[in-house]
Nanobody
Framework: QLQLVESGGGLVEPGGSLRLSCTADGYTLGYYTLGWFRQAPGKEREGVSCISSSGGRTNYADSVKGRFTISRDNAKNTVYLQMNSLKPEDTAVYFC????????????????WGQGTQVTVSS
């Protein structure tokens, strides 16, 4: 079964940047729409961004537009989330997920999930 592994989380001050990465061993991610979701303490998981299998289409939640950029390198079997101008409200566990059937930020559409990486924005 496809297993996704996120990395790149950590503690950063407000206004700072982080780049998250997500990859999978033994499976080609190039067939999937890949998405990033996040879950803050006491809140439901929400969609952050997604990118089509070719990388030609992207979508962002309004809360991160202009600050976050999703990209993928199918040759490296990796998807990235560049996060700039981070705010305390971006603090959450960030999850990578793969959708084999379409292009959406709807959580239940995604078939495979990583374990998550913690991002904390605090001074």
């Amino acid at each position: 079964q496809l297993q996704l592994v996120e990395s790149g989380g950590g503690l950063v001050e407000p206004g700072g940047s982080l780049r998250l990465s997500c990859t999978a061993d033994g499976y080609t991610l190039g067939y999937y729409t890949l998405g990033w979701f996040r879950q803050a303490p006491g809140k439901e998981r929400e969609g952050v961004s997604c990118i089509s299998s070719s990388g030609g289409r992207t979508n962002y939640a309004d809360s991160v537009k202009g600050r976050f950029t999703i990209s993928r390198d199918n040759a490296k079997n990796t998807v990235y989330l560049q996060m700039n101008s981070l705010k305390p409200e971006d603090t959450a566990v960030y999850f990578c997920a793969a959708d084999a059937h379409g292009f959406t930020l709807v959580e239940y559409k995604y078939d495979f999930w990583g374990q998550g990486t913690q991002v904390t924005v605090s001074s």
